[in-house]
């Protein structure tokens, strides 16, 4: 019975104690492709890789230091062995089978982990599409934020120039629209209007017709059916000279630019226009 159980601790140690040298292989061999991937890019993909610091790596545990731990891991089996035909092993061999045991084993798996873990870098490539697709994006927002820019802009323009109408001539469009929100959701769009009454008179209900266009500027349909949305907002009460927030749902795919047209009002005393 003791036979078996010292068989299964030898067995348990040189087990767990070979292991650094094993994964200190694989990593060095794994360093290689990860330089060797680098060293075969291309030209501009160099470039690229220069700019966000992709250079020649080296093993995490150098192979001799992963022997020598392994080694003395191994020195309760090696002393053993070379022991074996004395009763008593001399002192130092004890103190040093036992550092192994306490020292070696645990030092041989954290350097086994290490290795491990450096084994799984990521391919120069990936990093570099990575790069790519992060720039791509920087650049669609830089994009979607000037066209949004310069909607708004425009819509401010367009509302300074309605109230200035409607000041010299009354007959003009009541409402003005003062700013436009596209809010993206999971399976469509949420437009949503901003609108002043400029007129002296209260407004119960309007009707808005609302045209898109995707960010590579193509008509969009907003609409079963039609190219435009058109919105009515009904049972409301906006007072002379007020603000208020109304919205619309679209399943567009891709809305990025939106511009919306008043065409039709009711004041709350049941005039309307257009008269």
Same mark, same amino acid.
């Given at each position: 019975m003791k036979i078996v159980f010292l068989v299964i601790i030898m067995a348990m140690i040189l087990l767990t104690s070979s292991c650094a040298t094993l994964f200190s292989l694989l990593d060095t061999t794994a360093a290689k492709t990860y330089n060797d991937s680098l060293a075969n890019l291309s030209e501009d993909d160099k470039e690229i890789a220069d700019k966000i610091g992709l250079t020649d790596v080296?093993?995490?545990?150098?192979?001799?230091?992963?022997?020598?731990?392994?080694?003395?891991?191994?020195?309760?089996?090696?002393?053993?062995?070379?022991?074996?035909d004395q009763q008593e092993p001399p002192p130092f061999a004890s103190i040093i089978a036992t550092t192994g045991i306490f020292g070696g084993i645990p030092a041989s798996l954290v350097c086994s982990a290490i290795s491990l873990g450096s084994t799984f870098r990521t391919p120069p490539?990936?990093?570099?599409?990575?790069?790519?697709?992060?720039?791509?994006?920087?650049?669609?927002?830089?994009?979607?934020?000037?066209?949004?820019?310069?909607?708004?802009a425009k819509i401010k323009e367009d509302a300074k120039k309605a109230e200035e109408e409607f000041l010299k001539d009354p007959s003009n469009c009541p409402l003005i629209i003062e700013k436009i929100d596209i809010i993206p959701n999971s399976y469509s769009y949420n437009i949503k209007l901003t609108i002043k009454n400029i007129s002296p008179w209260a407004v119960s209900a309007f009707k808005v017709r609302i045209s898109g266009w995707s960010?590579?500027?193509?008509? $969009?349909?907003?609409?079963?059916?039609?190219?435009?949305?058109?919105? $009515?907002?009904?049972?409301?009460?906006?007072?002379?000279?007020?603000?208020?927030t109304f919205t619309w749902e679209t399943y567009a795919d891709g809305l990025s630019r939106v511009e919306a047209e008043i065409i039709q009002v009711l004041y709350t005393d049941g005039r309307a226009w257009p008269q």
């Amino acid at each position: 019975m003791k036979i078996v159980f010292l068989v299964i601790i030898m067995a348990m140690i040189l087990l767990t104690s070979s292991c650094a040298t094993l994964f200190s292989l694989l990593d060095t061999t794994a360093a290689k492709t990860y330089n060797d991937s680098l060293a075969n890019l291309s030209e501009d993909d160099k470039e690229i890789a220069d700019k966000i610091g992709l250079t020649d790596v080296k093993p995490s545990i150098n192979i001799a230091a992963a022997v020598a731990v392994d080694a003395w891991a191994l020195s309760p089996i090696i002393l053993s062995s070379f022991y074996a035909d004395q009763q008593e092993p001399p002192p130092f061999a004890s103190i040093i089978a036992t550092t192994g045991i306490f020292g070696g084993i645990p030092a041989s798996l954290v350097c086994s982990a290490i290795s491990l873990g450096s084994t799984f870098r990521t391919p120069p490539s990936t990093q570099i599409q990575r790069y790519h697709a992060q720039v791509a994006q920087v650049e669609r927002e830089a994009e979607a934020k000037r066209i949004a820019e310069e909607m708004e802009a425009k819509i401010k323009e367009d509302a300074k120039k309605a109230e200035e109408e409607f000041l010299k001539d009354p007959s003009n469009c009541p409402l003005i629209i003062e700013k436009i929100d596209i809010i993206p959701n999971s399976y469509s769009y949420n437009i949503k209007l901003t609108i002043k009454n400029i007129s002296p008179w209260a407004v119960s209900a309007f009707k808005v017709r609302i045209s898109g266009w995707s960010v590579f500027d193509d008509r $969009l349909t907003l609409a079963v059916g039609s190219d435009d949305l058109v919105g $009515l907002a009904h049972e409301i009460y906006l007072g002379s000279q007020r603000s208020d927030t109304f919205t619309w749902e679209t399943y567009a795919d891709g809305l990025s630019r939106v511009e919306a047209e008043i065409i039709q009002v009711l004041y709350t005393d049941g005039r309307a226009w257009p008269q």
